[in-house]
C-alpha cells in the first residue's frame, strides 16, 4: 500500500469527488467548461496533493503539498456557494457536500504533525 493510501487525511476526500463527479454530472451542459470544469479540478487536486506530498521523501515537501491541498479545499468551498446560488446544487445536496468537505479539517493535524517532525 502506498503511503497516501494509509491516511485518511485522503481517502474522504476521494469518496468526496466521487460524489462531486456525480453532483456536476447534473450541472447544465453550458457549465462544462466552466464551473463544472473547475469544481472537478479543484476536487480532484485535492487528494492528489495529498499522494504527491505522501510520496515525497522530504517532510517539508509534504507540508508544501498539504498548504496547496488547504487552497484546494478553500476553492472548492467557493465553487459549492457559487453552483448553489445558481440554483445547480440543490439545498440538501449543497449541504451533504459542503459537510463532506470539512474532511479537510484532518489535514490541518497533518500538517501540524509533519512540520513538527
Known amino acids: 500500500?502506498?503511503?497516501?493510501?494509509?491516511?485518511?487525511?485522503?481517502?474522504?476526500?476521494?469518496?468526496?469527488?466521487?460524489?462531486?463527479?456525480?453532483a456536476t454530472e447534473r450541472f447544465s451542459k453550458e457549465e462544462k467548461y466552466g464551473l463544472t470544469s473547475q469544481i472537478r479540478r479543484a476536487g480532484v487536486s485535492f487528494p492528489a496533493?495529498?499522494?504527491e506530498g505522501a510520496g515525497r521523501y522530504f517532510q517539508k515537501e509534504f507540508a508544501h503539498f498539504l498548504s496547496n491541498?488547504?487552497?484546494?479545499?478553500?476553492?472548492?468551498?467557493?465553487?459549492?456557494?457559487?453552483?448553489?446560488?445558481?440554483?445547480?446544487?440543490?439545498e440538501a445536496l449543497f449541504s451533504q457536500l459542503m459537510s463532506d468537505l470539512e474532511t479537510h479539517w484532518p489535514i490541518t493535524g497533518l500538517t501540524r504533525r509533519i512540520r513538527a517532525n
Open 1 to 22: 500500500m502506498r503511503p497516501h493510501q494509509k491516511l485518511d487525511a485522503w481517502g474522504k476526500p476521494v469518496n468526496l469527488v466521487v460524489e462531486v463527479y456525480k
Open 69 to 90: 491541498t488547504q487552497g484546494s479545499a478553500s476553492e472548492l468551498e467557493s465553487e459549492f456557494i457559487i453552483a448553489h446560488r445558481l440554483g445547480y446544487l440543490s
Open 49 to 51: 496533493n495529498i499522494a
